[in-house]
């Protein structure tokens, strides 16, 4: 804070395990990288290089000791797990990670048809080798997921090894927990809140008013994906009542009429 304003929320400092802002990198230059870590590198918890892009990205070498050095933890997305592994390589995928020293990896099955007991297991073999999340829900528009299996997903997820569970939105902010007008899914998410731990969820939530209603409803302090690199500082003023989508959201409530 560049001067010391009563009522604003106190965010905890990295690392952290509330409050996650995980940014979506989907082909960055190294000098956009740079400039999105100078101007709010300090709000940034998580990069994921998205879907395949880590396959064809240049100086991602250099990417990821940026990002690192900014304390930021970088992690190639699941789309790219699921393209190794509906090849059969899941040891490739594992010898890739070690490759760029990641201690963060995504497991998904959005894109491919994947029992959840399978899964489970690729959670658990990750899970001994570095941190894990893990995405429910299909990025099909056409793929129904009944509500009670996105919460037994998650559970079973987060049982076998998962740090935090992800709830699937894309990046287009139109599908799983949302409906197809970028509104809140309000019925799954409710469910999803009353079965599990609000701190092992991470909502995806690229659109703004997507991310301004979730911090009214959870706080602050709720863990946000899908960020877009220009919209890091942006989601900050959000989570601090800094702009008008939840300017009355932590004042007291004698304040809230003076104006």
């Not at 009522?7 to 905890?12: A, K, L, N, S, V």
């Not at 590198?41 to 000791?65: S, Y």
């Not at 760029?100 to 690729?122: I, P, Q, T």
């Not at 300017?247 to 003076?258: A, E, H």
């Amino acid at each position: 804070m560049n001067y010391n304003l009563p009522f604003i929320p106190e965010r905890p400092s990295k690392p952290r395990n509330l409050g996650l802002t995980m940014v979506m990198d989907k082909g960055l230059s190294l000098s956009e990288a740079e400039s999105m870590v100078e101007s709010g590198g300090e709000f940034i918890d998580f990069v994921k290089f998205g879907f395949g892009t880590a396959l064809i990205t240049n100086k991602l070498e250099e990417k990821i000791k940026l990002y690192k050095q900014a304390g930021i933890r970088p992690y190639f997305g699941g789309t790219l797990f699921e393209i190794f592994i509906i090849r059969g390589m899941f040891d490739e995928f594992c010898k890739f990670i070690d490759k760029y020293k990641l201690d963060l990896a995504e497991v998904s099955d959005g894109s491919m048809e994947m029992n959840n007991d399978v899964k489970c297991d690729y959670i658990s073999k990750l899970a001994k080798r570095v941190t894990v999340i893990s995405e429910v829900g299909s990025k099909q528009a056409d793929v129904h997921i009944p509500d009670d299996e996105w919460v037994a997903m998650m559970r079973r997820e987060l049982q076998s090894g998962s740090w935090k569970v992800i709830a699937e939105a894309r990046e287009s902010g139109n599908i799983g927990i949302y409906n197809s007008n970028q509104s809140a899914n309000t019925k799954l998410i409710d469910d999803i809140v009353h079965n599990i731990k609000i701190e092992n969820v991470l909502w995806e939530a690229p659109i703004k008013s997507q991310q301004a209603w979730f911090i009214n409803l959870l706080g602050e302090n709720v863990n946000l994906g899908n960020i877009a690199p220009n919209e890091v500082v942006s989601l900050e003023t959000l989570r601090r009542g800094l702009r008008g989508d939840t300017f009355f959201q932590f004042l007291p409530k004698d304040l809230r009429g003076n104006c």
